[in-house]
């Protein structure tokens, strides 16, 4: 049976006060091995306790708090962006919606982005994991920054404006330097979400920053929340949106993994050699605890300003996807049938999402030309849905030809049976021909790869066109 909460403290205790005796023996006799006038020196830290980084060990680093250290810098890349980012970006990242719905306006503008990101002392988002450093990284315009953009339909104001903008991203990284300054480093990243471009400036921007992270939704906010109670400190409210989510849904098919160093080097080109794993952050960050030694501890730092920066050239190719899916959608290794089908979803009329996310014609119209294409490339799913938005279009002679052509040819059996359901409900009820769609249903049961829910609707419809034509 196992020991109750009393007896395992009281073996601790005991186990703590044998273990302080040996230490008080053992120091006795070291003193007693001291020769007269003799001080035992005692190994210290090598840093002072109320201190940051001192200086002359990291360059550009200043201390803003006890034990915090803040760095910040302006990075010579230029990313472009549209001056404001289109409606079709709620497709991607339906959160992108949110500040603009508070503002009660379509547009959403790169300056409303806060890029964050968090390094920890674990992959846990428990309450013993804390975070060490912290990322933040905002768009500021750079100079001659207007760059002429063709646009399809560029009287379409749903589509935005016909230039994107050039950009720079500034980077402000803030690193808790010991435990007992953990609030004082929550309180200067809390404050981070509070900053936006616009305030004290009527009409510039939402009064709060849409907050972009990777994973951050699942992890980093909750570490962030954590913390924040346990130190007694009132969590930031922010808007936000994960990348992850939108990183699946364009590339899960066509990557080896989601993670977003597979991202940066593999869709956006990116180079990373040389970066410090983030899978040794709390291995670097104790070690740093013991020695002082701030070597590591500068690659991790490293590490999080290119998290940042791989953020920021993600979010401007999902709002070139967004701008132009259809010449974007190669360039950036999309999965096209995926693109078509989320687009479909969202771009129907018979959608709530229609509505909700204030897309208009020109959006279906280039959800459409999506469809059309991922089925001209032969994709199963987009040929499926096309065939039987084609029905409701009333073109029947496309969508059975279409669809027949899906059922017969080498798809997965589920697509298949979807193809075939599609058939014989056309060929009964529009084409008033139970054989036809009795013969349909057959092909469907024959079919080994569909599941038992499939199958025994498909059973019941057989029992009832063989009761009909009786």
Known sequence: ?????????????????????????????????????????????????ESAFPPEVLLGWESV?????????VLEEILHFPSVFPRSLAVLVPDTRHPADALESPWLKPEDMLFFDLETTGLSAGSGTLAFLAAFGRLIPAENSSVPHKMDDPASCTRGPNNLTAFRLRVDQYLLLDYPGEAAFLEAVCAEFGRSR????AGCGVKQPLVVSYNGKSFDAQILKNRCITNGIRPPEFFHADLLYAARRLWKRMLPGCSQGQIEMLVLGLDRTGDTSGALAPEIWFNFLKTGEPGDLLGICAHNKKDIRGLAFLMAALA???????????????????????????????SPRYTRFLLGEAERKTGLALLHHAAALNFPAAILALGRDLFKQNCYSKGRSLLLGLAE??????????????????AEWRLKDRKTALDYTDRALALEGITEGIRAAFIRRRERLVRGAG
């Not at 007693?32 to 190994?43: D, I, M």
């Not at 997965?412 to 359901?421: L, N, S, T």
């Open 1 to 49: 049976m196992g020991l109750n909460l009393g007896e395992r403290l009281r073996r601790i205790r005991e186990a703590g006060a044998k273990e302080g005796s040996a230490e008080e023996s053992s120091a006795r006799a070291g003193a007693g091995s001291l020769q007269l006038g003799e001080v035992k020196r005692v190994e210290k830290r090598p840093y002072p306790a």
């Open 65 to 73: 708090g006890d034990r915090v250290s803040k760095s910040s810098t």
């Open 198 to 201: 616009g305030q004290g400036e």
């Open 320 to 350: 070139a996807v967004a701008l132009e899916p259809l010449e974007n959608s190669a360039r950036f290794r999309c999965d096209i049938e995926a693109l078509a089908l989320r687009w479909r979803e969202f771009t129907r009329k018979d």
């Open 409 to 426: 040819g080498n798809c997965p059996d589920g697509i298949k049976a979807a193809a075939f359901r599609s058939l014989a409900v056309d």
